[in-house]
């Protein structure tokens, strides 16, 4: 139950404000079906049930949205997170995880002040040259304050919310729970991987609130592009940069979000969109480490036409199995190789594709080919990968999460790109580098390396051979070896063999009692019954009834049996 779960009453006042909101907002069924209630009520809370009929009439998605505007920081970046999963929601329920923001009213100047002093060493006014009490932006984690240092250079200061580790913490606790109880309850859920889905959102949240962490992710990012001179990353200076605080350069360029701008600025928007194009495919798909949130509040546009990007708390991170596999699905849809595409989404999904219908490799194929023919141009990447995440999610099929992120950011790109450049095609800006990477993997000097590496790992092996052989050896003078064997469909199985032996035992009862009652029907003497011996209409009558279960229950299996053949 999720009440002894809790472990502590420190979160039963988060839960009875969880339930309230959900309940306000027309979700009072799922407070029921998640066991709030019940659990709320056992602590001897009571639970206000009553909500606003108006919002009861919205659209589920468009209440979900608003409840999780109301309940603060955590439940609207687990909003946002899901934004990016077309692989789990359909098109309304992303278009309203979109519309998620978590602009704030700012933190009190007194509480704010007092810990930019512990963080500081002392009074912001003494350690900058100039800082701005208003701050710039408020948001759910931290909010951004313009200052100067000593020597001139403009930077912002962001300064994480007081206490918001507390709050968030004691959210990521109940999210877990509740996850735990939904996958257990619903059935329906149990293919998307609730409590998978909360843990990477609870280890992505953790890593966000760490401000100094953002930093290393900028810098890490710096370094990789830095043969792009037109792409700016802020500089971090580290002095003043800690945990709950960073400092780094101030970007004055004109906002994505503002592209009345543009053009009064002198922007050339068709080479903005081919070099943020540029900067984020060499994040994803040459180094493997990209930012994952390129939305056009993150993105500045700068004089001579280069393009800055911000705020690096969200950040990808792909293997280079998974680039591998990344450049052949973008190659394929490019170059419309269907085969190609269904071969690694069927990987990517892992061993649950295995038990999906014949049908979905069918699907993938028809659906890459019917760009057979149409130029690179007539190609939209970000829509291509939309619908295919689309034909996943139709057969109850959830990618990694890293991927969920990759599929977000490049759709979010080319909207982007559309929105500087009608014209931009993002197939045309991603050919070239694909096609580039794929030579660089097969040169003589790559091959080598990657051929010296396997032989040393190869070696490493055979060199611990000789130790895990006395190991196994030693184990096995012990006793101690075991071997497991995992059948599949094992219960099944067992099911089956209990039901035959039922059978078989009834038809031993129904077979004795039509001896038994035949012998008895021979004897004289004893209660009769229509002038028959009432014994042996009694055992006849049990041996009808017991042969009548048998068949139901024989014909019971059959039909089963065919439901589940179709």
């Not at 909003?79 to 978590?102: K, M, V």
């Not at 877990?176 to 309850?185: S, V």
């Not at 014994?535 to 589940?564: C, H, P, Q, T, Y």
Request: glycine share 10%; net charge neutral; aromatic share 6%.
């Amino acid at each position: 139950m999720l009440i002894e779960t809790l472990g502590t009453a420190r979160d039963l006042g988060r839960l009875h404000q969880i339930a309230g909101v959900l309940i306000r907002h027309g979700l009072g069924d799922a407070v029921h079906r998640l066991g709030l209630a019940d659990a709320l009520e056992r602590a001897g809370q009571a639970l206000h049930r009553e909500h606003a009929a108006d919002l009861a009439k919205l659209e589920p998605p468009v209440q979900v949205r608003r409840a999780l505007e109301e309940l603060g920081p955590t439940f609207v970046k687990l909003g946002q997170i899901l934004a990016g999963r077309a692989d789990l929601f359909g098109p309304e329920w992303i278009a309203e995880f979109g519309r998620l923001h978590s602009r704030v009213p700012p933190v009190p100047q007194d509480e704010l002040m007092a810990q930019l002093r512990e963080d500081l060493g002392g009074e912001p006014g003494a350690v900058f040259a100039r800082f701005d009490d208003q701050p710039l932006a408020a948001a759910s984690i931290a909010q951004v304050h313009r200052a100067t240092l000593k020597d001139g250079t403009e930077v912002v200061v962001k300064v994480r919310r007081p206490h918001i580790v507390e709050t968030i913490e004691a959210d990521l606790r109940l999210l877990a729970r509740l996850a735990q109880r939904a996958e257990a309850d619903w059935p329906a859920l149990r293919p998307y991987r609730p409590r998978l889905l909360v843990r990477q959102f609870a280890r992505s949240l953790r890593r966000e609130l760490d401000l100094g962490a953002e930093c290393r992710n900028a810098e890490r990012i710096a370094a990789n592009l830095a043969g792009l001179p037109h792409v700016v990353i802020p500089r971090v200076h580290w002095p003043f940069t800690g945990e709950r605080v960073n400092v780094q350069d101030y970007v004055g360029g004109v906002p994505g979000d503002q592209p009345a701008r543009f053009d009064a600025a002198g922007l050339d928007r068709p080479l903005l969109a081919r070099r943020g194009a540029q900067a984020v495919l060499k994040m994803i798909v040459e180094d493997g480490f990209f930012h994952a949130d390129p939305h056009p509040g993150n993105v500045f546009y700068l004089s001579e036409d280069r393009v800055a990007f911000i705020d690096f708390g969200m950040v990808g991170r792909l293997s280079q199995r998974r680039r591998e596999e990344l450049l052949t699905l973008l190659l394929g849809l490019v170059e419309r190789r269907p085969r190609a595409v269904a071969e690694v989404l069927l990987d990517w999904t892992g061993d649950a594709a295995a038990a999906q219908p014949a049908t979905l490799e069918d699907e993938i194929e028809a659906f890459v080919d019917q760009y057979h023919g149409a130029s690179l141009g007539q190609l939209n990447l970000g829509q291509m990968l939309l619908e295919v995440t689309a034909i996943l999610r139709e057969h109850r099929l959830a990618l990694p999460v890293d991927l969920a992120l990759l599929v977000k950011a490049f759709i979010t790109l080319e909207g982007m790109g559309r929105g500087l450049d009608p014209g931009f095609r993002m197939a045309e800006e991603a050919l070239p580098l694909l096609r580039q990477v794929l030579r660089a993997r097969y040169e003589p000097r790559t091959l080598a390396l990657r051929g010296w590496s396997g032989l040393r790992e190869l070696l490493s092996e055979a060199g611990r051979l000789p130790h895990d052989l006395g190991q196994l050896l030693r184990r096995a003078r012990q006793g101690r070896v075991q071997v497991a064997i995992d059948i599949a469909h094992l219960k099944r199985v067992g099911d089956q063999i209990d039901r035959a032996a039922n059978r078989l035992a009834m038809s031993l009862v129904v077979a004795a009692l039509i001896i038994g009652s035949s012998i008895v029907m021979t004897v004289g003497g004893g209660p009769t019954m229509l002038g028959l011996p009432a014994f042996g209409l009694l055992g006849f009558a049990g041996a009808v009834a017991g042969a009548i279960w048998l068949l139901r229950s024989m014909r019971s299996d059959r039909l089963k049996n065919d439901d589940e053949g179709r």
